[in-house]
């Protein structure tokens, strides 16, 4: 397996950690997601490019499909004053 897969699948179970057992306060939340984030921007950073034909095809592609969501995240509602 290559190590970006690797890096992949790392991603993916940290996202189903958080997803099953969330971290007790926002701020460690959104320390774990930022370090999920950091991950991600390397890969992206590593990642070779995609002929600009392949892409528009993807994209074509991807925008008649219906995307149900994974993960769906509830707004945060402030208390009344």
Do not use: G, W
Request: aromatic share 4%; hydrophobic share 30%; charged share 40%.
């Amino acid at each position: 397996m290559s190590l970006r897969l690797l890096v992949y699948v790392e991603i993916r179970r940290e996202l189903e950690l958080l997803k099953t057992i969330p971290p007790q306060t926002e701020d460690d939340m959104r320390e774990c997601l930022q370090k999920i984030k950091q991950k991600m921007d390397e890969l992206a950073d590593n990642a070779p490019s995609i002929p600009s034909r392949f892409k528009q095809k993807i994209d074509e592609m991807l925008k008649s499909k219906n995307h149900d969501r994974i993960y769906q995240l509830t707004p945060r509602v402030e208390p009344k004053k």
